[in-house]
């Protein structure tokens, strides 16, 4: 009798980690997608994501959406 396997389908996170550039001085620098506290550049101090208690508001021009 052939063994059946069962399919587990694991869902896969929709948040992320992202680089993103500051509009300033544009120093680059990795945050998560839904950040729950103000992301602030780390040269010159700008904000750049605002948290809006589900996916962060980007105030940088995104770089690259790392897996």
Do not use: W
């Amino acid at each position: 009798m052939p063994v059946r396997f069962s399919r587990v389908l694991i869902p896969q996170p929709k948040s992320k980690f992202i680089k993103i550039r500051c509009p300033d001085c544009g120093n680059e620098q990795i945050t998560y997608s839904h950040a729950a506290m103000v992301v602030r550049c780390l040269v010159c101090g700008r904000v750049l994501a605002q948290p809006t208690g589900g996916k962060a508001r980007f105030a940088g021009h995104i770089v690259k959406i790392l897996e």
